[in-house]
């Protein structure tokens, strides 16, 4: 069992940066997808930024050019680079692995929250 924990998380004025981590408890191998979800009060959980082996990152347009998705590839666990932070991105960021197995287990942090104020 992998458990996830965040960091990085924090309050920041608009206009400013932060960079979430992502440690595991565990090694972790064969990765199919990693990433970022985000969940603001009164809200759905949403997609910020996820990786799928061999192909693309994909990002959540309200995301597109402020944020970055890095990936430890020793680890394969992700971290987010965040810029020009917006109140709107105000949230608990929630780092995500799905294992490629037969069942596709996915795992998630307890999440960090992120506070921008205007």
């Known amino acids: 069992q992998v458990q996830l924990l965040e960091s990085g998380g924090g309050l920041v004025q608009t206009g400013g940066s932060l960079r979430l981590s992502c440690a595991a408890s565990a090694s972790i191998t064969n990765v199919f997808s990693m990433g970022w979800y985000r969940q603001a009060p009164g809200k759905q959980r949403e997609l910020v930024a996820n990786i799928i082996s061999g192909g693309n990152t994909n990002y959540a347009d309200s995301v597109k050019g402020r944020f970055t998705l890095f990936r430890d590839n020793a680890k394969n666990t992700p971290s987010l680079q965040m810029t020009s932070l917006k109140p709107e991105d105000t949230a608990v960021y929630y780092c995500?692995?799905?294992?490629?197995?037969?069942?596709?287990?996915?795992?998630w942090g307890q999440g960090t929250q992120v506070t921008v104020s205007s």
């Open positions: 995500n692995v799905v294992l490629d197995r037969l069942t596709r287990p996915s795992y």
